[in-house]
């Protein structure tokens, strides 16, 4: 065998591939689609942006599906996982958890920013020039603002449906666990259980989110408190949607038998994905539901 053909490293080292280069094309065509969308009626080149914002979006999900199955197939058929790799792994999805820490990190600032200061001073545009008020002016100098129909009318009752939210999330996060345990003693049948029923209570959130959004007392952009809560809570939901699809995939490879005791990253991956979104809706229940609602939350 040639010398440049002998392996001095436990590391595997893949082939080239398309995938970074046409998930970042879609990725765009899906942002400016989203653009296009919101603000311009007309849409570009005579493509709307619904149509513009779907074709990119097909493409993020063909680019996830392929390089999912890659993925597998270096894992599970080419056997290229070495523990040295599959310990590179880890540190890589600690720091990406980390990353998407600091994500949320900005919007509970913006938060927090507004309500605890909310008699602070804000520049504004006043024609064309800058002119400066109070909050006071704009939010009656507490938080939650003074109501303001149509745009602000109240907050959620927090012992409703938030709670009701919460409780889901936190038996996901045990169902999870319970899939976990049952894989480390190679209990296929309560493996595949657990997942299931994570999922299911994935789906059970977002659509009860669907439906307080649909029942909220404000708009994203009427007033800065529905601006604040939609993107925090907006993008959590987001990433409840991803981490279902996350575990769906792992439920699929379970299923086919890709996991053993030993060598399961993948699931481990997505588990530990999972308890961050737990524990980033704890924090978003805590401060925006229960602190937050103040004395205009309305009655269940």
Not at 26 to 34: H, N, P, R
Not at 203 to 221: K, L, N, P, R
Not at 247 to 262: N, R, S
Request: with cysteine.
């Amino acid at each position: 065998m040639a010398e440049h053909a002998v392996k001095h490293h436990d590391y595997y080292l893949p082939d080239p591939s398309p995938w970074p280069i046409v998930g970042s094309v879609s990725a765009l065509v899906m942002l400016f689609g989203a653009v296009v969308w919101m603000k311009s009626a007309e849409g570009v080149f005579g493509l709307h942006g619904p149509w513009i914002f779907i074709v990119g979006a097909l493409g993020v999900l063909g680019t996830i599906f392929a390089w999912f199955r890659d993925i597998i197939v270096e894992a599970v058929y080419k056997h290229t996982h070495t523990p040295a790799l599959r310990l590179s792994m880890r540190y890589a999805m600690i720091l990406f958890i980390a990353s998407e820490v600091m994500f949320f990190v900005a919007w509970f600032w913006a938060y927090f920013d507004v309500s605890l200061f909310p008699a602070d001073v804000a520049t504004l545009p006043d024609g064309q020039q800058i002119g400066v008020i109070g909050r006071d002016q704009v939010l009656g100098g507490k938080w939650p603002p003074v109501p303001d129909a149509p745009a602000f009318t109240h907050t959620f009752d927090p012992w409703g449906l938030p709670l009701f939210n919460t409780l889901v999330l936190l038996t996901s996060a045990v169902t999870v666990t319970w899939a976990h345990n049952a894989l480390l003693k190679g209990d296929t049948k309560n493996l595949i259980r657990g997942l299931a029923l994570t999922i299911l209570l994935g789906i059970t959130f977002t659509v009860c989110q669907a439906y307080e959004y649909s029942h909220a007392g404000f708009t994203f952009a009427g007033h800065v408190y529905g601006s604040t809560f939609f993107m925090a809570t907006g993008f959590h939901g987001f990433h409840v949607i991803v981490g279902s699809i996350f575990l769906t995939v792992i439920l699929l490879q379970a299923i086919a038998g890709h996991f053993t005791p030993k060598q399961h990253f993948g699931f481990e991956a997505a588990a530990w994905y999972w308890h961050f979104v737990d524990v980033v809706w704890l924090f978003l229940f805590a401060s925006i539901y229960v602190w937050g609602a103040g004395s205009y939350a309305a009655v269940s």
